[in-house]
């Protein structure tokens, strides 16, 4: 099983930060949480949100006015938006199959 996460690695603050992983090998259908997390210079590893494979989200509440997770079942892929992006934002930002399987990461930096 393999994901890989796409997006942009720079981001204007204030705008919304789109990434999308795709799954290759299994399906996001499975029994499985198909989560999102990030990790920074100074906070470590943070676990952002998660969509179920019957399409339930959960987010972190620290961040929950500002996240969405979306999947797209025909396409294999489940999507992470944050929005109003800050500096603080800027980190590797992870996809994985809840507890087995990761994406390599994709470094995204927020410009101010």
């Known amino acids: 099983v393999q994901l890989q996460e796409s997006g942009p690695g720079l981001v204007r603050s204030s705008q919304t930060l789109s990434l999308t992983c795709t799954v290759s090998?299994?399906?996001?259908?499975?029994?499985?949480?198909w989560i999102w997390i990030r990790q920074t210079p100074g906070k470590g590893l943070e676990w952002l949100g998660a969509?179920?494979?019957?399409?339930?989200?959960y987010y972190t509440p620290s961040l929950k006015s500002r996240i969405s997770i979306s999947r797209d079942t025909s396409k294999n892929q489940f999507t992470l938006q944050v929005n109003s992006v800050t500096p603080e934002d800027t980190a590797i930002y992870y996809c994985?199959?809840?507890?087995?399987?990761w994406g390599q990461g994709t470094q995204v930096t927020i410009s101010q």
């Open positions: 994985g199959g809840w507890s087995a399987w």
């Open positions: 090998g299994a399906s996001i259908t499975i029994p499985r949480a």
């Open positions: 969509v179920t494979n019957t399409g339930f989200t």
